[in-house]
């Protein structure tokens, strides 16, 4: 079962612009959510969280927001820089930790 | 610290063959988290260790895996016999126990084991 839910496979911006990456759950029991971001042949790694009980948590150019009675929440990169180019998993924790499918984001100078 | 190593990176086999893959944790962290990630769906959890314990297996497919923690700094996923619908890139992570119940939650990843069953 999808318990969390990226919809947009794929995203392509241009430098300097706004990233938004979105991503929707069904278990209202999670109560961390992460997200994690992937180069080619390397493992995800980690790159910024937000607990259950916030509605935003910004790391400079990131900043994830969330809203819970939507069961929704999402990933802000600006200004996106090409290096930022790589998959962004959505995760979720309540006793382990779930992922949506990731979506690809490329950002084009 | 070298990070969460697994091995092998790449490993091609035929259908019916038995599979291996290894993971070494980070050194201290008590959990340990086997994923496997496809086109299809993502990222999912197969299974995840506590302290050397199988907490929850229910994400394992079917009875052809199996995972085993034999001590602290190594375990296996195992797939007999292989088939071509397992071809994906296993990972591997770990956390450490203090950081996890505390609700930090952050997971290193391994560079993960790409399987290709022909």
């Known amino acids: 079962d999808q318990q969390v839910k990226q919809n947009s496979p794929s995203l392509s911006v241009q430098e300097g612009r706004i990233s938004i990456l979105n991503c929707d759950y069904t278990n209202s029991m999670f109560d961390y959510f992460l997200w994690y971001k992937k180069y080619p042949a390397e493992g995800p790694t980690f790159l910024i969280s937000i607990s259950s009980i916030k509605d935003k948590n910004e790391d400079g150019r990131f900043t994830v927001f969330l809203n819970k009675s939507a069961k929704h929440l999402s990933l802000h990169i600006v200004p996106s820089q090409p290096g930022d180019s790589a998959v962004y998993f959505c995760a979720a924790r309540r006793n382990d930790m779930r992922f949506g499918a990731g979506t690809r984001l490329t950002v084009k100078p | 610290d070298a990070g969460v190593i697994q091995s092998p990176r790449h490993e091609v086999t035929e259908m019916g063959q038995e599979v291996t893959l290894r993971c070494k944790p980070i050194s201290g962290h008590d959990y340990l988290f086997w994923y496997r990630q496809t086109m299809m769906r993502g990222l999912e959890l197969l299974i995840y260790f506590n302290n050397n314990v199988p907490i929850d297996d229910s994400g394992m497919p079917e009875d052809r895996f199996s995972a085993k923690m034999p001590n602290a700094s190594f375990s296996t996923l195992k797939i007999q016999p292989s088939e071509p619908r397992d071809s994906a890139v296993y990972f591997c992570?770990?956390?450490?126990?203090?950081?996890?119940?505390?609700?930090?939650?952050?997971?290193?990843f391994g560079a993960g084991s790409r399987l290709t069953v022909l």
């Open positions: 992570a770990s956390s450490p126990a203090g950081s996890w119940d505390a609700g930090a939650n952050v997971l290193t």
